[in-house]
């Protein structure tokens, strides 16, 4: 190990076909297939909003940012089922039976529009920064290569929401006032998004999967967001929020991370609920793959 | 309010052909994230975005034959804020469907009536209907071929085979229904418009269908529809579709 982290050190990347250590190969593998996951069940939050939105080309465009998401999905799929720890199907079996883990924010339900556009605008942020602090030192290369596209397109999805934002934030009081209680619903599990303080021995740090700590890209996200979103007159529904003049920095206070540890136990507000459907959908078409396997195998070669 | 003023021939042919779009773009977003895997959600948010691209030209059209610049809102307020006996859809783009199979059946059936329409406007008098046409008949041909490579191994196998016919019984009846000429269609023909009726398309249909799922169709001897006339699905359709719309009119989203 010390030899493969020195390599590593010194801008090593991995390739799939590559000797690795088995404890690299397995962190590398949970981190994209939660990756992975989180795509396809942000895909399932949103759409229950799809078919609702307001105006045909206003639908189109959210269509092709879907099929991103799910472009996205499919990609990291192909990438994690390469390391030869599990298939796509074992994946997709062990997320519908909800032993594989997602992204906190998608054991959430969308209830509103407001929701959906809260989510494309405060969560999709929070995720490219995420996204994009990977990318910047990544040591396995397959995965960097396919963030560098994921990158590029969620930039045009952040515009998105931006635009779609602004027109609420400018729009009627009732317009206003849903979004405010999307934020009132939203932002802290967008900012818990990031996780805890990061381990002085974090794995995925010292092998160059993470580039920055979790608290820095939190913090970032903290600067940006309560400054824009007071500057739309939208409060934070944040008791300890203050400014500290001495730093010129926003700090929230204290984060209560439960609500994140019970997402991760599959215990979160619509967890239940959101894997039953992802489950009960996946088995009412399994007729489909399965007579597909069947016409592929009596197919000659 | 321009999306409520009265219809000409003409325009009412196009809405048939724009309503028929819209909703079926609609259906076809629902099927994301819960098609049998993820390459299908990613075909049905690509040809569900192509119909209502499709939908979007007509309407354009319509509103610049009625002398209204075609903007956002004056388009969405003529795809969704007429009333229900203003739409010309087809039962065939109303019909909610939670079945998979029927959901690939009407596909790829409405693809193959759709570019068959297509042919009908292909040298239409009117030039932006025609320029219409040759867009839309160079993404119909992917949207036939997606279809087609779903629908032939899904026949071949007895573990599909009779969904997939269950579902064309369902389905056909409402697809032939669709060929039923539409307000305004004899005025389109007269005018150069359209080279021919839809009910000239049941023939053609019929020997699809019969080639496409190896079973022997008939086409109805008569076929009767009213496009004035919704279906029972229709409301609940256009209730979910204006549902942000409906929660203040005086909002842009």
Known sequence: ?301 | MSAAAQPTGIEEFLLAFADDEHLMGQQHTEWIGVAPFLEEDLAFSSIGQDELGHALMLYELVLELRGVEPTDGSVDELAYFRGGEQYRSSTLVEYATTDWAEALVRHWLYDTIENLRWQLVAQSSFAPLAEVAARAQREESYHRQHARALLDPLLASQISRLRILTALDVMLPMAFASLSPPAGESEAIAEGLASGSVLDLAGPLTGAVTERFDTDVAAPETIVADRRVRSADFAPLMSRMREVFDLDHSAVW
């Open chain 1, 1 to 301: 190990m010390d030899a493969f982290e020195t390599f590593l050190d010194g801008g090593g990347i991995v390739e799939a076909d590559d000797d690795m250590p088995d404890d690299y190969r397995r962190a590398v593998f949970a981190f994209i297939e939660m990756h992975a996951n989180s795509e396809l069940m942000g895909g399932l939050t949103e759409r229950d909003w799809i078919p609702k939105t307001p105006g045909l080309r206003h639908k189109m465009s959210v269509l092709a940012k879907t099929q991103d998401e799910i472009g996205h999905g499919h990609l990291l799929y192909m990438v994690a089922a390469a390391m030869g720890v599990k298939t796509r199907p074992q994946m997709l079996e062990d997320l519908f039976a909800g032993k594989s883990r997602f992204h906190n924010v998608f054991h959430y339900q969308a209830v509103t529009w407001g929701d959906q556009v809260a989510i494309a605008f405060l969560v999709d942020a929070a995720a490219l920064a995420s996204q994009q602090a990977v990318f910047k030192n990544c040591s396995y290369g397959p995965y960097r290569r396919i963030l560098k596209r994921i990158i590029s397109e969620e930039g045009f999805h952040m515009r998105l929401g931006e635009d779609r934002m602004m027109r609420i934030a400018e729009g009627t009081d009732v317009q206003r006032q849903l979004f405010q209680d999307s934020i009132d619903r939203w932002f802290w599990p967008a900012l818990q998004l990031f996780g805890p303080d990061s381990k002085p021995d974090d794995k995925l740090l010292r092998w160059h999967i993470k580039s920055e700590r979790n608290e820095v890209l939190r913090d970032r996200w903290v600067q940006k967001f309560v400054p824009m979103l007071h500057s739309y007159g939208f409060t934070i529904p944040a008791d300890d929020l203050f400014y500290d003049e001495a730093t010129n920095q926003w700090d929230v206070g204290p984060i209560d991370w439960e609500p994140l540890k019970k997402t991760l136990a599959q215990g979160g507000p619509d967890s239940a609920r959101r894997i039953t459907e992802a489950s009960n959908n996946w088995n009412r078409t399994a007729w489909v793959r399965e007579a597909l396997e069947q016409a592929s195998a009596t197919v000659p070669a």
